[in-house]
Nanobody, 124 residues
């Protein structure tokens, strides 16, 4: 069993920055690809970013590429999402997810474990 706990969400003005963290426990973290997803009110959960277990491969959604950066620290069993130049449309609950394999993927159904989410609100 894997437990994921997100932190770092909050309220920020447009143009500002936030750094989300996800602490993982329960399995060999370095063999798990990790992802960040988000869900806005009335919308489906959408892919934001993913990183392979080694950290060498990353993918981003088109809407955040160039503004968000995913990273991981396998020694700390943690994954991060640095969010810069935030926009009101980035407002959502952000979820951390873990796979049972090393390969990064943008598909939410391929993740085995999910955190409870952290709210990010960007005001205009």
């Amino acid at each position: 069993q894997v437990q994921l706990v997100e932190s770092g969400g909050g309220l920020v003005q447009a143009g500002g920055s936030l750094r989300l963290s996800c602490a993982a426990s329960g399995r060999t973290f370095s063999s798990s690809a990790m992802g960040w997803f988000r869900q806005a009110p009335g919308k489906e959960r959408e892919f934001v970013a993913t990183i392979s277990g080694s950290g060498l491969t990353t993918y981003y959604s088109g809407s955040v590429k160039g503004r968000f950066t995913i990273s991981r620290d396998n020694a700390k069993n943690a994954v991060y999402l640095q969010m810069n130049s935030l926009k009101p449309e980035d407002t959502a609950v952000y979820y951390c997810a873990a796979r049972g394999t090393n390969e990064a993927t943008t598909i939410p159904g391929r993740y085995d474990y999910w955190g409870q989410g952290t709210q990010v609100t960007v005001s205009s």
